[in-house]
């Protein structure tokens, strides 16, 4: 408690919750983002929701010399690196960006962090490295693989983390697998802003709700699942930044490394998310059944209890809390930030 956190990709969906909940929990925070894919506003409704001032600096993680300056001027204790792009379908088109920013960003990071003497590092995983799982739910045991260049920069970022652990047992790495994201603040000040077409479910049920586009595609009503959609682990964006916080307290009180799944451990399909989504927003959302997108996975969500055993953690809020929360942030700031 009282210590100062970095962390990377603060002004992003979960760094910037995150942030909150930090903050609010009494840890001091220097924060940086390049806003590639973010805006500076979400700083100001950081401090403004936990009532305490953070340290923002945009600086891109590649940037080596400038960060190294700055864990000079910063007295760091350990960071949260969640800088980084995230979509999936990009990632296929413009690979060599997801490796530079994902594991050339995270490489040099470790390297200032390795310079600096910072041996604590919580870092943001994504059910993505399971590719196809082969069970669900899906426990961290699980086999690894990739379906796109997005999970696979993800993937070796992960075996990156154990090489380094190898090599100096100082270090204490949580690897965080995070599920699906969702939901918003409940103060309807912070959510998430994509760019453009949103890619992910939950934001494009919130823009087709407020009106900015006119129907849900369902990508797929053939998979062997109850109503044929593709089922998910949705987990609020509020528990998410939870599960931060605890890993980070584990981090100061043990030493070793861990890997968990932050998923609630239920399966929500497709439909019964835009039903629940339509309840939230007492809005009808139009739909149309579309073919399968590439490289979806029919069933997808986690075996939950590690995080539990370990952290003493588990996600607290419902599929329709998520819906209520994303729909007042949607509504109260139709155009984002
Ligand atoms: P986000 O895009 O909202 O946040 C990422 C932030 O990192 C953005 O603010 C962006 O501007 C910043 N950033 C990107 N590259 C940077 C760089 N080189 N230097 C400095 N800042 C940089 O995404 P998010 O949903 O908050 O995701 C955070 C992390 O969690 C990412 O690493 C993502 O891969 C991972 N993750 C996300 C999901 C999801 O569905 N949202 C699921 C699993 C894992
Ligand atoms: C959820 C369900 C779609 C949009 C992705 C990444 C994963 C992680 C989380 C970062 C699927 C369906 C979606 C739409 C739809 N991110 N869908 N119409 O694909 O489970 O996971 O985000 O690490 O790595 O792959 O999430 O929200 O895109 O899709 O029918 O317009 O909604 O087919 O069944 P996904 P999603």
């Known amino acids: 408690m009282g210590k100062t956190i970095l962390i990377t990709g603060a002004a992003g969906y979960i760094g910037s919750h995150t942030c909150v909940c930090l903050l609010q929990a009494g840890w001091h925070i220097v924060a940086i983002d390049n806003l590639c894919n973010s805006s500076a506003r979400a700083i100001e409704r950081i401090t403004e929701l936990a009532g305490r001032d953070l340290r923002f600096y945009t600086l891109d993680v590649r940037d080596y010399a400038a960060l190294s300056k700055l864990l000079q001027?910063?007295?760091?204790?350990?960071?949260?690196?969640?800088?980084?792009?995230?979509?999936?379908?990009?990632?296929?088109?413009?690979?060599?960006?997801?490796?530079?920013?994902?594991v050339c960003g995270s490489v040099s990071l470790l390297r200032a962090l390795h310079q600096q003497g910072v041996r604590k590092l919580v870092f943001s995983s994504s059910a993505t490295v399971y590719g196809h799982p082969q069970q669900v739910p899906i426990p961290e045991s699980a086999a690894l693989s990739v379906t796109n260049p997005y999970g696979r920069s993800k993937l070796m970022v992960e075996q990156i983390l154990e090489d380094?652990?190898?090599?100096?047992?100082?270090?204490?790495?949580?690897?965080?697998?995070?599920?699906?994201?969702?939901?918003?603040?409940?103060?309807?000040?912070?959510?998430?802003?994509?760019?453009?077409?949103?890619?992910?479910?939950?934001?494009?049920?919130?823009?087709?709700?407020?009106?900015?586009?006119?129907?849900?595609?369902?990508?797929?009503?053939?998979?062997?699942?109850?109503?044929?959609?593709?089922?998910?682990?949705?987990?609020?964006?509020?528990?998410?930044?939870?599960?931060?916080?605890?890993?980070?307290?584990?981090?100061?009180?043990?030493?070793?490394?861990?890997?968990?799944?932050?998923?609630?451990?239920?399966?929500?399909?497709?439909?019964?998310?835009?039903?629940?989504?339509?309840?939230?927003?007492?809005?009808?959302?139009?739909?149309?059944?579309?073919?399968?997108?590439?490289?979806?996975?029919?069933?997808?969500?986690?075996?939950?209890?590690?995080?539990?055993?370990?952290?003493?953690?588990?996600?607290?809020?419902?599929l329709a809390q998520m819906c209520s929360d994303q729909w007042r942030w949607q509504h109260q700031n139709p155009e984002g930030y």
């Open 164 to 318: 380094l652990a190898q090599s100096d047992h100082e270090w204490r790495i949580a690897t965080l697998r995070y599920f699906n994201p969702a939901g918003a603040h409940e103060s309807g000040r912070l959510g998430e802003d994509p760019r453009g077409e949103p890619g992910n479910l939950m934001p494009y049920l919130a823009q087709v709700a407020v009106g900015r586009r006119e129907y849900l595609s369902v990508f797929g009503d053939d998979y062997p699942t109850p109503d044929g959609t593709g089922v998910r682990d949705y987990i609020h964006v509020m528990d998410l930044a939870r599960g931060h916080l605890a890993a980070l307290e584990r981090l100061f009180s043990h030493s070793g490394n861990f890997t968990v799944n932050l998923g609630t451990g239920q399966g929500v399909s497709v439909l019964q998310a835009v039903a629940a989504f339509e309840r939230a927003s007492g809005k009808a959302i139009p739909k149309r059944i579309a073919p399968r997108r590439s490289g979806d996975v029919a069933s997808c969500y986690a075996l939950a209890t590690a995080a539990q055993e370990l952290l003493g953690w588990r996600a607290e809020k419902k």
């Open 73 to 102: 001027q910063e007295s760091v204790s350990a960071v949260i690196h969640f800088a980084g792009l995230k979509s999936v379908a990009d990632s296929v088109t413009r690979p060599l960006d997801y490796f530079d920013n994902n």
